[in-house]
């Protein structure tokens, strides 16, 4: 299961706990040190805190929604006291970019843009292996493993392996 794309049935938040789970497996096995997770709310990333507590991973949250940020100040608070960074995103792809990567899912455009907004604040370094979980709505369908090819253009990132998304 590990070396296939899961593909959902469906798009949205039924598939966030499989999502979440298909990124620590991978993490486990493959070493990767470093996620990043979109989360409107808070709620997916307290579940990620959650799931990946035990996997000594940095976990970077960014906050999406078309403000930056919508997460409470408690969620947010509750986040940073687990260790976890947390990241408005204030810096969204343009819209030609973002129309194309809506052909293959909403939460593949989102785990762009927040791959974007970490790789901005010097979070992720120059050919660093890093997993993206987004979804599309609220919740998380969507798995990547991008690489950050120059550290001096922050839109030049690879696709090393999707994990999961839906397939419609």
């Known amino acids: 299961m590990l070396d296939n794309i899961m593909y959902f049935e469906s798009p949205g938040k039924t598939n966030t706990m499989e999502a979440l789970l298909i990124a620590k497996n ?6 990767v040190r470093k996620i990043i997770i979109a989360s409107t709310t808070g709620a997916t990333a307290l579940l990620a805190a959650d799931i990946l507590h035990e996997s000594a991973v940095d976990i970077i949250v960014v ?17 940073i006291k687990l260790g976890i960074k947390t990241l ?17 899912s909403q939460g593949i455009k989102v785990a762009f843009e927040i791959a974007l907004m970490a790789n901005y604040e010097n979070l992720i370094l120059e050919n660093e292996e890093v997993l993206v979980v987004a979804g599309s709505g609220l919740g998380s369908d969507t798995v990547l493993l991008l690489k950050c090819i120059n550290k001096n253009n922050i839109t ?4 090393s392996k999707i994990l999961c998304l839906p397939s419609c």
Do not use: T
Not at 63 to 71: A, C, I, K
Not at 96 to 101: H, I, K, Y
Not at 156 to 159: L, N
């Open 26 to 31: 991978y993490l486990i096995k493959y070493n």
């Open 63 to 79: 906050g999406l929604d078309s403000y930056g940020w919508s997460q409470d100040e408690e969620k947010r608070q509750e986040l």
């Open 88 to 104: 408005p995103c204030n810096r969204y792809l343009n819209v030609e970019v973002a129309n194309a990567l809506r052909c293959f």
């Open 156 to 159: 030049e990132f690879v696709v």
